[in-house]
């Protein structure tokens, strides 16, 4: 059994290295565009099962970010990255789960024995590719920042020459919204990581060890799926509080009485209240 933290070079483009995280994040951006399509064309006025599972989820992100970032235009914008972000990360995941998806590769040899190197390997468990996701998120809710709450409002924040106690608050944020990166990347690649070794761990004992015990494994590819989606909405839920962070103003910002973390307290107990209740206006 070889468990590799960090992802296998299978071939190069003009000296570019390309693993095999990289070739099955093409894989699944193609095929998301490709059901995207298919998708679009098939689109009826009375739903089928499908499209109404679809829709679903589309609204529970969507009234989810309504009502945490409080205005619509901004939700309208960043609505189709952020249910991209969501499948893309699920799928992408899943993909990892795909009984002998691992066995597809060529054979390597390595300090005197031969190793398979797999063809195909989960994105989310390349930590390049979480970072990835990470910086892409970050400077799109920087962006979404400065649109909607105004160059200077939102540079103040961090660059604040008015007083010394300002100042030092402006470098706590400017920290934090770097540490955002972190917090990010690194929670979602050790999660969908550990799961992967945890099923390549219980493949190995069924095979190896426990032939005739062969439903071992199928709990953890059950917890595993779940796993998945829960962090790929995790992802989301964060990108959604922090655009609602980023377009408040700093004077706004100062009347919050409590500042962040009131205002992020504030906003996810409404979301969730409002799911409880079945997405019924709040009174």
């Known amino acids: 059994m070889n ?6 070079q299978i071939f190069t483009i003009a000296g570019v290295p390309i693993t095999n995280s990289i070739l099955t994040g093409w894989v699944v951006t193609a ?3 490709i059901l995207a399509l298919i998708f679009r064309r098939g689109l009826k006025r009375i739903p089928g099962r499908l499209q109404a599972f679809l829709d679903l989820i589309y609204t529970f992100f969507y009234d989810m970010a309504v009502q945490i970032i409080g205005r619509e235009d901004v939700v309208r914008e960043l609505f189709p990255y952020l249910i991209t972000l969501f499948f893309f990360i699920v799928i992408g995941s899943w993909v990892g789960l795909l009984p002998g998806i691992t066995s597809f590769g060529f054979p390597e040899i390595k ?5 398979i190197i797999p063809l195909f390997r989960a994105p989310t468990t ?5 970072v990835a996701l990470a910086c892409v998120s970050m400077a799109y809710i920087e ?3 400065i649109k909607y709450a105004g160059a200077k409002s939102f540079f103040k924040k961090f660059f604040n020459f008015s007083n010394p106690i300002g100042f030092a608050v402006g470098i706590f944020e400017l920290i934090s919204e770097l540490g955002r990166i972190i917090s990010f990347s690194f929670r979602l690649f050790g999660n969908i ?10 493949i190995f004992l069924t095979v190896s060890l426990l032939p005739y015990i062969a439903p071992l494994p199928l709990p953890f590819f059950i917890l595993e799926t779940f796993v998945d989606i829960v962090q790929a909405y995790v992802f989301c839920f964060l990108t959604i509080i922090f655009t609602s962070l980023a377009i408040v103003s700093h004077d706004q910002k100062g009347h919050q009485h409590g500042g962040e ?3 992020l307290s504030e906003k996810a107990a409404q979301a969730e209240t ?3 209740l079945g997405n019924k206006p709040l009174i």
């Open 193 to 202: 990581f550990a799961g992967d070794v945890l099923i390549g761990v219980m």
């Open 274 to 276: 409002r799911l409880e």
């Open 143 to 145: 962006y979404l920042g």
């Open 111 to 115: 300090n005197g024995t031969t190793e």
């Open 31 to 33: 095929l998301l565009l």
């Open 261 to 263: 973390e009131l205002l």
């Open 3 to 8: 468990i590799s933290l960090a992802p296998e």
């Open 126 to 130: 390349d930590l390049n590719t979480t």
